[in-house]
């Protein structure tokens, strides 16, 4: 129907796919970008700043469908042993559950929005090797921290 197979990505079912696009439709020309399309999801924060501080930046409370079941299906993903949930489970020990939940919907929606503008399919090994380039990143960090421990000591 959409012309890519939205079940493919992980959490996704076919149920959740059919309610999404029964809220959203298929045209992604509606939307200018998938940042777009994530504010109208309700799952990007509504950051207020004045004076160059951020006083609020919780999520409005808006109801939209097709946003809930996003987070629902993110929710989802902490049993996982996909690269999706390695990354649900590494946003969840960083902002809690309600935070990585509300995060991983965010990337699944934009998963969605390129997908279904440009036709593709999903592709798991762009995530992995971001994955792969954290870890490095991070054994790379600890690899100095440890030198200059080193050093003091």
Request: with cysteine; glycine share 6%; hydrophobic share 35%.
């Amino acid at each position: 129907m959409t012309g890519v197979d939205l079940c493919k990505i992980q959490s996704i079912n076919e149920i959740t796919a059919l309610e999404l696009i029964s809220e959203t439709g298929v045209d992604m020309n509606k939307w200018k970008s998938a940042k777009h399309f994530a504010a109208w999801l309700n799952l990007t924060p509504n950051t207020k700043i004045t004076g160059g501080k951020i006083i609020s930046s919780k999520v409005p409370k808006k109801k939209n469908k097709a946003g809930q079941c996003l987070k629902m299906a993110a929710s989802t993903l902490f049993s996982s042993k996909s690269s999706l949930g390695n990354e649900y489970r590494r946003m969840k020990a960083k902002l809690g559950g309600k935070g990585a939940a509300l995060a991983m919907a965010h990337k699944l929606s934009r998963i969605i929005y390129t997908m279904l503008k440009n036709k593709t399919e999903y592709n798991s090994d762009i995530i992995t090797n971001n994955q792969k380039k954290y870890r490095e990143q991070k054994i790379r960090r600890l690899e100095i921290q440890l030198e200059k421990l080193k050093k003091a000591a």
